[in-house]
Structures are given as C-alpha cells and as structure tokens.
C-alpha cells in the first residue's frame, strides 16, 4: 500500500507573491472555483463585495498589485486546513491600509478567503 501526500500550502510563496506585487504568483495560490468575501466602509457585512473564480478574482489582484504602495505580511496563523493573517499596506501619500484576513485552505490552494480592511480617510 502507498502513502499519498496531500498538498499543503505555501505560505512563503504566498507571502512573497504579496510583498513582491505578484498577481501571477498570487492568483495561482486561489482555487479555480475559489471565492473572496471582502469586508470594509464601502462594502458593508450585509452586503460584501464577492468575487468567485478566476475570472472575477484576477482583475482585483491585478489592482491591488498595480497601485503604487508597499505591502507586509505582519503576524500569520496556519493551521489544519486554514490560515489567518494581517496586511499592512501603504501608499507614497502616507496613507494606511490594514486587512485581516481568513483563508481556508484544501489541496495546497486558496479556496475560500474572508477580508476586512479599514484605510486612513
């Protein structure tokens, strides 16, 4: 009988492709069938803004990554089948952006990802 591995995910690359700007890098760390659920003063809990599979997860990631401002991984928990994390952003201006975010997490990929950020007004 042979022992079968289950992916696990990499959260270095994860981190990287963050702090780098990779949206390739990033987005093949999602799940085709993958949803994001992302939380703020514009997208309220009552009514997040939901992006599900590639299609609608790429340009965001592609936004995110074109603007021009730095971004750090602060403090990161992983566990049996999710992560948890916080993003530190911020843009030339001075301006801040926080997010915590909650992966879960099958097959080494991304499959289901909830986001609250709060910026400087």
């Not at 702090?19 to 514009?42: C, G, H, K, N």
Request: glycine letters at 6%; aromatic letters at 6%.
């Amino acid at each position: 009988m042979s022992a079968t591995t289950t992916p696990t995910f990499d959260f270095d690359e994860f981190k990287r492709a963050v702090e780098e700007r990779d949206s390739t890098a990033q987005l093949a760390l999602y799940a085709p069938d993958a949803e994001v659920t992302l939380i703020d003063r514009i997208n309220t809990p009552s009514s997040p803004r939901m992006l599900r599979g590639h299609d609608e997860i790429r340009p965001w990631i592609e936004d995110i990554c074109e603007r021009d401002m730095t971004h750090r991984i602060d403090m990161q928990v992983l566990g049996n089948g999710g992560a948890g994390l916080t993003e530190a952003c911020r843009y030339p201006d001075g301006t801040n952006v926080v997010c915590a975010a909650v992966l879960e997490l099958r097959d080494g990929q991304i499959v289901r990802q909830v986001g609250v950020q709060a910026w400087d007004e």
